[in-house]
């Protein structure tokens, strides 16, 4: 008898495919769970009305009396420090990896009153090297924890940084923390006092063994135009037309390295800005704050482009302060857009390219 292989095994066709999947069916419709899982569990996927075994059965309940154990704990898998052959994408180093916007309470020092706890938002990241998967999230947390009872310096965010750095295997790192830092501010004249709260950062960056340090500041201000005010003034002297300039709500995010020396405290910072630009947005307002406030827009008139280079000014002769940036926005009141300056002071912040959002976070609803 002659046999012939490729008759032997011929490749069905998709009607006899169709009618073999018909059998399958009806099988399982008939068959127990645990047979349809004991023969290939995908069977059940067949029958999406069908009961999916549980086979081998698995627990339901918590198990509250688990204990972990060394051995149990080595055993788990760790695909973040898995190794290069699982990396995805191109093996290239990353800058910064890391997470962001963890939150708990800090004690701050403040210049004049003591030390305050306030909400802080930290950021901590490392660079990762092109060989290497990822890293383990949760360490930079447990770092951070250790210190998260001190009260907060730049020597302990140092402390955190070299932790997170040993404890990762990392070249570079960098640690922020963002806080709303109150200050109680006296009123123009009648002599009310309520707080301003000042969003500030702190920023510790390790590139290459090289620690440094930044303040970031969003000063929030009046901006009267200069302009607008003397076209005012014109209407009134000739054609006695009753007018009023336009002035807006302005925000200047004043980022500065700091020096080695003498500490720059927060206030110092404020008070800086607050020296430059005195028409910062009032707290508690009487009448009489109210028409002063109107008066020192008057005697204070400027432009966005003033408002950068006055701020830049008061940084230039601050000896604690190195190289710096001024971002400035004057949010309307006359246009349908806002005007925005940007002045840089050294290499350090000095940039082709800007985050195209950069200006949209400079609004401060209060």
């Known amino acids: 008898m002659n046999m012939h292989p ?28 645990e047979e349809v899982a004991d023969l290939d569990p995908a069977i059940a996927r067949l029958l999406p009305d ?48 890391g997470i962001s916007n963890f939150r708990l309470p800090i004690r701050f020092h403040a210049r004049d009153n003591g030390d305050l706890t306030l909400e ?79 969003d500030i950062a702190l920023e510790l960056v390790e590139q290459a063994g090289v620690k440094r340090k930044f303040m970031h500041l969003d000063f929030v201000y009046s901006s009267t135009c200069p302009c607008s005010l003397e076209l005012s003034e014109h209407a009134r002297a000739t054609r006695g037309q009753l007018a009023t300039p336009h002035s807006q709500r302005s925000v200047a995010r004043i980022s500065v390295e700091l020096i080695e020396g003498d500490c ?22 009487k009448r009489e704050d109210e028409q002063a406030f109107a ?38 009141s006359l246009h349908s857009h806002d005007a925005v300056s940007v002045l840089t002071e050294g290499e350090t912040f000095a940039a082709q390219s800007l985050d195209p959002r950069l200006f949209q976070t400079l609004v401060h609803g209060g």
């Open 6 to 33: 490729s008759e032997m095994n011929p490749t069905p066709d998709r009607d006899a495919a169709k009618a073999a999947l018909d059998v399958l069916r009806d099988w399982a419709r008939a068959a127990s769970p």
């Open 50 to 97: 069908a009961e999916m075994s549980n086979y081998p059965a698995l627990s339901r309940t918590y198990p509250e009396g688990f204990e972990v154990t060394d051995a149990y704990r080595a055993s788990l898998p760790d695909l973040q420090n898995g190794p290069a052959s699982l990396i995805r994408g191109t093996k290239q180093q990353l800058q910064h990896v």
């Open 120 to 198: 802080t938002s930290v950021t901590g990241t490392v660079s990762l090297e092109a060989g290497k998967k990822g890293i383990n999230m949760s360490r930079i947390m447990r770092s951070f924890y250790k210190h998260a009872e001190k009260t907060f310096s730049f020597e302990v965010m140092e402390a955190a940084l070299a932790d997170y750095i040993t404890d990762l295997d990392s070249l570079d790192a960098r640690l922020q923390m963002r806080i709303s830092y109150p200050m109680k501010v006296q009123s123009l004249r009648s002599g009310l006092e309520g707080y301003q709260y000042y």
């Open 264 to 285: 720059l405290w927060f206030e110092d910072l404020i008070e800086l800005a607050r020296r430059a630009v005195p028409t910062e947005t009032q707290v508690m307002v």
């Open 295 to 332: 008066e020192l827009n008057a005697a204070n008139a400027i432009f966005v482009e003033d408002a950068a280079r006055l701020f830049c000014e008061q940084l230039l002769a601050d000896p604690r302060i190195g190289d710096f940036r001024v971002v400035a926005s004057h949010q309307e």
